[in-house]
């Protein structure tokens, strides 16, 4: 379908870098978080967890816990589970998928270090806290699964007494031609990866205030969630509450990065308990127990082979990934959709017309994995950006002139990739281009080559990639789970002039309520500063799938363009009624109704609305006088937005004690119409950050017993400010022709690409003497290993 876009004018605010509104607000120590929300008679919950990885359940004894100052009640499984119908991580379109029951609290298994078996409610935290101490648990400790390639042996154990095997799912995805690619290959590189598991860290822990009134048999849940509509539906189905009667509000959230979007056992608990006592019960995680019960992500074995011709043309590629994913898979969106973004990205930036991927994705005791910022995007990115340095290298080739020789080419689209993703246009050659120029890549190398003669190892890496964005209905809906494609806005005109937009998608500090603002003022013609966005609230905005897989302006945006349009002209009937003109050349501007061809100022938005609301009498009868619109929109294109672009790092790296020093990085990125550059560019930089921290510092450590031996932030490490470098980003503009807005997504770019960049940039750097490295994090350890020192 094709729409005409938005014309670039001096008065659009489409475009614009304004300022995120809540900024101030923030800064003025006014945030509204979940742990700020205090109601009467609230109670705080406290988990006691398993201490092992895996084992059965002997004994429970909390009868002196329940006896202790403060407490109001201690639950078991006994207690607390029969309330609570349980939840299984599949997806139907997931074939022979399988994963382990689970409910609030473990019951005869324990299938982790740090899954939940009692949990204690009380009128303080600290109260609940001690009274954790009090309780006895006698596990008969069992031998844990603890990596991948142990839970694939022929005769391994399963994690649970529920699985036979410790397959989650597997599934081969291949072209009929990719073996004689192979075959006729003048060249073959090949490389083995192993990718450290990490989690998001986020500011704000996991928290939830669960608050059940018996009387109306109504529950509100405070949720630090992105994706309110979607608990809404799971509190409603699993504690067997009508849908009305559940309210999800999601304040304001201090980070998600898909980490806040799935089920965990601590939220169903306080919900529960909540249900059973009739009180507010919250839960917040402390820093400690977030590291042994937030999900987990990309811990990944990955082994690459690709075929190239003797110019250099990739002809195919063979990807075997296998994916440990923690002891069950995660619900609703389940914990196989990594590794299935994984092994489909692989690849997608270039003409490649061969490829086999094969993915097995495999039980361990451990947490569990899922869906974490660029879902599958870093590992796909690294793998394929890696062989292309090793091809160009072995065939003497520049890797600026080996990404040109082999990226799909600007004027060739649409176009389907070997892995079966559709493309409706991209950039790549303009951004190889654009990124050349940018980083002044001849003055680089040459001085790269006179440091190296001085002893000074510095490297250049670049990373080309496809980001998936704005996916539809075939995302989640055809596998089963309950998840919206879709997103609803309600636009209404005060009497006094203003505007209020509530709307479906969600605030989690990425500028949603500024960019969507901006949409609306250029449909209505006033000025972003008097439109009021509401969101996070499931009794006061539309129902809609909110924000995850950068969907918040190419969904969003959309639709509060739509309703905003919708609006717009219900406006102008109402004023070609009120100045007895042909709304036809009437328009909007500068908070006025205006003549469309002159320009001349015809009446206030605001005298519409006072008309509308307060005088009604005083038009003709029949005449519709609302001035609130709504207007619900999914994506009916292509199956997902595509953006692209391209990274680079500049590194140096120590040799004698493997330190590696981040000097610089480039981004150029295409996310289609950009509507506001400053959080554009904002959500860049964080991202870079985010796909650096995996790529040098984070990892979830854990020792051959199960246990997870760094986890507190002393020990786990994340990217601090001042290891972090300068970040220069430019833009290409490819809207998309789905949509009138044109946006894509781009919250997920700077992630996507930025670890592949920083490997590929340690590599050059190692080059001279004969070392590489294909693991992260990138650790001083590592690389004086791969250097030979001991």
Known sequence: MNHAHIPTTKRAHIGQPIRRKNAKRHLAGRGQFVTDIALPRMLHAVFVRSPMARGRIAKIETSEAAAA????????????????????????????????????????????????????????????????????????????????????????????????DNICFETVLETPGVDTAFDEAAHVVEQSFKFGRHTAVTLEPRAIVADYDRASGQLTAHHATQTPYQFQDLYARHFGIPENQVRVIAPDIGGSFGMKLHVYHEEMGAVAASILIGRPVRFVADRLESFVSDIHAREHEVTARMAIDESGVITAMHVDDLAPIGAISAYPRTSAAEG?????????????????????????NKVQTSQYRAVGHPIACAVTERLCDMAAEKLGLDPFEMRARNLVPDEAYPCVSATGYQFEKLSHHKCLTTLKDMMNYDALIAEQTALREKGIYRGIGIASFVEITNPGATFYGIGGARISAQDGAIVKLTPSGEVQCAISVTEQGQGTETIIAQVVADQLGVDPSVVKVTTG??????????????????????????????????????????LQADPETLAVSNGAVIDAKTGIHRMDLAEVGRIATYRPDTL????????????????????FDFTNGIQASLVEVDIETGFVKLLKHWVVEDCGRIINPLLVDEQIRGGVVQGLGPAFFEECVYDDAGQMTNGSLADYLVPMACEMPDIEISHVETPTEDTILGAKGVGEAGTAASGAAAMNAVNDALRPLGATINQTPMTPTRILAALGHS
């Open 69 to 164: 100052p403060g407490v109001i009640r201690v639950f078991t499984y006994a207690d607390i589970n029969p309330i609570c119908s349980p939840w299984t991580g599949v997806l139907s379109h997931f074939d022979g998928m399988k994963s382990v029951s689970q409910n609030i609290l473990a019951e005869d298994e324990v299938l982790w270090a740090g899954q939940p078996i009692v949990m204690i409610v009380a009128n303080s935290r600290a109260a609940a806290e001690d009274a954790s101490e009090l309780v006895f648990i006698d596990i008969e400790e069992e031998d844990p699964v603890v990596d991948g390639q142990s839970a694939m042996a022929p005769n391994a154990r399963a994690v649970s007494e529920q699985l036979s």
């Open 537 to 578: 609230d499931t009794d006061t905005t539309p129902s809609g799938g909110a924000t995850w897989a950068c969907r918040g302006a190419g969904i969003g945006g959309e639709t509060a363009l739509r309703a905003a349009r919708k609006l717009r002209d219900q406006i102008l009937q109402i004023a070609g009624q009120i």
């Open 340 to 364: 299935n973004q994984v092994i489909r990205l692989m690849g997608a930036p270039y003409l490649m017309p061969d490829y086999r991927g094969r993915l097995s994705v495999v039980f361990q």
């Open 620 to 639: 003709p009868e029949g005449i519709d006088t609302s001035l609130s619109v709504a207007h619900h929109y999914a994506p009916s294109g292509y199956p």
